[in-house]
């Protein structure tokens, strides 16, 4: 099995604890040698994310998507 290495990331800034679990996941995914992907807006206050807007995730190599701070709308 093929480990995934790369992963669009949503996030709802409005929910309480959304930025702190980002930053996290950033942590984690640099830790991990995974490549995070994210609209350009979330990119501007996270850095170490690959610009890359949500419609074209699976264009630059998406293998999944997580979203963090929300239900799942999102991803509708």
Excluded: K, Y
Excluded at 13 to 22: C, D, I, K, Q, V
Excluded at 26 to 39: D, E, G, I, R
């Amino acid at each position: 099995m093929t480990p995934i290495r790369c992963f669009g990331i949503l996030v709802n800034f409005t929910r309480t604890g959304a930025r702190e679990a980002l930053e996290n996941l950033c942590l984690a995914a640099q830790q991990a040698n995974v490549q995070l992907l994210a609209p350009p807006n979330v990119c501007e206050c996270f850095p170490g994310l690959r610009p890359c807007p949500v419609e074209q995730f699976a264009a630059c190599g998406a293998q999944g998507v997580i979203s963090l701070g929300g239900d799942g709308s999102l991803l509708a």
